[in-house]
């Protein structure tokens, strides 16, 4: 999503690159073509010449500052108008003084209203909270068994009986209080398109119930339709925020770019991907930082921190910056960084990541052949990969379903690191004697040209990150994961 946007920013930015002041011409060049950029994202017509006012405004009604070139210049504007765009601040979620708290579920069916309602209790979880879901859903035939199964999945209650929706939805207040369950999230029907019947019904809903937040789920991939879809909903009900699904697809990001000057009202969360884990809260600055290419590190940050357990990151720190890392220690942290989400997705986050990676699909296509090869050695060889001779070669890689090169590279890669970060622990006063030198801190970013700031562990961030491998294979663990064919 916003692949297209951002290629389109990144080239206008670069074209302003090396000129010593902007004209009043560069600008309305520079409108003409982030007009042409947005309107190619599918964002509402209305938006973006609202959008272009303010920007040409800024541009040139106003005094630009003398320390920053043409380019920083268009950067900070643009960077400061996509972010109002996509909804100024993060929505922050209060809680009822007397619980529960109660999320209303609005949208069109399809829309993904069922699943990002678990999605929704799944992250009401991680916040300590304890949630109980209500099914309201009682048009769509298997509506109610959905949430069921999804609610078992992250081990969440899911209340509903069969009659009135709306009645239905009353009962659900009252058994969470009887529960005493803190968060109440009702998933209410859908329709294809919008109805009388429908926004009546909702409307019902949301007056037996009194939330705390109504959230509409829009689907990303609707682009312009998802304005009309906004206004007709806030009329009836007043959103409070926006769930956008299917983030993860390739919808243009109009819907994302359009909904706020529109109804007022911010993208809360965001789902990016199929996973129940795949959820998020929407953070404005940070996917303005994506789309013009300056990466987001604090997601990534966070991402990592729910992947990494502290005692296990520190141990695996200390172990590599000793020598000591094994292939066994590295198989585990390839596993915890899976964890993270798609690494094409990780890719987007990282600055000045070439853009043929930022969302690539990197997946377990390309990881399985590397567990393979660890996992077809001996506890011995993990621990020692300077004893596997060709033989031993020979066989791991029939074993694994790979080639000897395919070993070779590996292994090769497995040294190279290991002495580079061996090197880097001497250089910071990281020895035997498992003192840790300034580098190791957390923030700080530790060895290896790793994330800054990443928990001690991928001892401050990924080794060899990022930069592709010497093999041509894909940038990350270490130096680049051997390619295979």
Do not use: C
């Not at 926006?242 to 789902?271: H, N, T, W, Y």
């Not at 590599?320 to 942290?333: A, K, N, S």
């Not at 043929?356 to 993990?382: H, V, W, Y």
């Not at 890669?413 to 002495?419: I, L, T, V």
């Amino acid at each position: 999503m916003f692949d297209s946007l951002s290629s389109r920013l990144e080239g206008i930015v670069k074209r302003l690159r090396g000129k010593g002041r902007l004209t009043e011409s560069d600008v309305d060049e520079m409108l003409q073509e982030i007009r042409t950029a947005l309107l190619e994202a599918d964002v509402n017509v209305g938006v973006v010449r609202n959008v272009l006012a303010r920007i040409r405004e800024q541009a040139i009604g106003a005094r630009l500052s003398e320390a920053l070139d043409p380019s920083q210049q268009v950067i900070k504007i643009v960077n400061a108008e996509l972010t109002a765009m996509l909804g100024g601040e993060t929505l922050k979620i209060s809680y009822a003084s007397r619980p529960p708290t109660v999320v209303l579920i609005a949208g069109l069916q399809g829309s993904g209203k069922t699943t990002n309602s678990a999605k929704l209790a799944r992250w009401f979880k991680s916040q300590g909270r304890q949630p109980l879901l209500v099914g309201a859903d009682l048009q769509r035939p298997a509506a109610v068994e959905q949430l069921r199964t999804l609610g078992r999945q992250i081990d969440v209650p899911v209340f509903s009986e069969p009659g009135d929706p709306v009645t239905t939805a009353r009962r659900g207040l009252e058994e969470a209080r009887r529960l005493g369950r803190d968060v109440l999230i009702v998933d209410t029907a859908g329709r294809l398109s919008i109805d009388a019947e429908l926004m009546e019904q909702v409307r019902q809903i949301s007056l037996a119930v009194q939330p705390d937040y109504t959230f509409l789920v829009i689907d990303a991939m609707t682009g312009q339709d998802a304005v009309g879809v906004a206004e007709a909903f806030h009329a009836t009900l007043a959103i409070d925020g926006v769930i956008m699904s299917k983030m993860d697809g390739e919808a243009r990001g109009g819907a994302a770019l359009s909904v706020k000057e529109v109804i007022g009202r911010p993208i809360a969360f965001a789902s990016t991907g199929e996973k129940l884990s795949e959820f998020e809260q929407f953070h404005p600055d940070r996917m303005a930082g994506r789309i013009l290419g300056m990466g987001d590190m604090l997601t990534l940050i966070e991402q990592a921190e729910q992947a990494f357990e502290k005692d296990q990151a520190e141990a695996a720190a200390t172990k590599l910056m000793e020598g000591e890392f094994t292939l066994d220690d590295f198989l585990e942290q390839m596993q915890a960084l899976k964890k993270m989400g798609p690494l094409g997705n990780l890719m987007g986050m990282m600055p000045g990541m070439p853009k043929e990676l930022k969302g690539a699909e990197i997946g377990d296509d390309q990881l399985k052949p590397i567990e393979a090869i660890i996992r077809s050695m001996t506890p011995l060889e993990r621990r020692k990969p300077e004893l596997i001779n060709g033989s031993r070669r020979t066989r791991i890689a029939t074993g694994s379903g790979t080639t000897v090169g395919d070993v070779n590279r590996l292994v090769k890669q497995f040294g190279e690191m290991q002495k580079m970060m061996k090197r880097m622990g001497a250089m910071s006063g990281m020895g035997r004697g498992g003192k840790k030198g300034k580098g190791a801190k957390k923030g700080k970013g530790g060895a290896g040209r790793g994330l800054p700031g990443m928990p001690p562990g991928m001892p401050g961030g990924f080794p060899g990150m990022p930069g592709a491998g010497p093999d041509g294979g894909m940038p990350g663990l270490p130096g680049g994961f051997p390619k295979f064919n």
